[in-house]
């Protein structure tokens, strides 16, 4: 079976344990684990330089075709940000948008994140966006406000809540908009928590994601493998449902 990794980072953040947050890295880590893709945006882009860390995204990405695909970070507080973004859309191997609504500290409903999502989904792209339940700027019923406004475009909502209270609240509105897909990363998801989401939203809506070079690729594999799930609706979490999005790009 072919893995594909949902969510993933290059480069290094401020105060947190990245030991080594190169492409290289990465891939040796996916080689040792059966991972065939990770879909990745640079740290750097997320934090404090949207461009040149989009910039240090699309080098990463020519130098591994097919290895590694890339969400272009859309800043909503640079006013060039929707114009760098198509252009960002039309490099290789760039499958769509991160949002970052806790960072940026802007609701992810917000008007001026109306651009990337316009953009994404008039270019027929992916948008991941971090989730957080109870959060001001990401919880779940965000996502559920924004999906129906582009029902073509899917939106990928990183964490699923990320709380272990969260779960059940991004499983409700995953079943109220069916453009909107769950993802597995987080340090709170636990094989159990997996089991429950799976039962409630269905493996169809669910991909995994293992948050790496944040958290270690192979933690966030395992809980997948090894989790009390069927055989098919572990296939469709680690490969069938991102390759279906994939598919799907223009």
Known sequence: MSVIDAHGHLGRWPAFAVTDGSARSLLAVM??????????????????????GN????????????????YAVFNPHDPEAP????DLLEAPGVIGVKLHP???????????????????????RIVLAHSQYRSAWSDPARFAAVAPRYPELPLLMGHSGLWTDGFAPAAEAAARCPSLVLETCGSRMTARHLVR???????????????????DLRVGLGRV??????????QQILHGTMNRLLQGLR
């Open 197 to 215: 989401l799976v039962a409630e939203a269905g493996a169809e809506r669910i991909a995994f994601g293992s948050d790496a070079v944040f958290l």
């Open 83 to 86: 114009e760098r973004l198509r």
């Open 31 to 52: 080689d040792r684990c059966g991972v065939t893709t990770a879909c990745v945006s640079h740290l750097l882009a997320v934090g404090p330089d949207a461009r040149a």
């Open 55 to 70: 910039a240090l995204l699309l080098a990463e990405l020519a130098r591994h075709p097919g290895r590694l695909l890339g």
């Open 102 to 124: 806790e960072v940026h500290e802007l609701p992810l409903d917000h008007p001026a994140y109306a651009p990337a999502f316009e953009i994404a989904a008039g270019r027929g």
């Open 225 to 234: 493998l090894l989790a009390g799930l069927a055989a098919a609706d572990r």
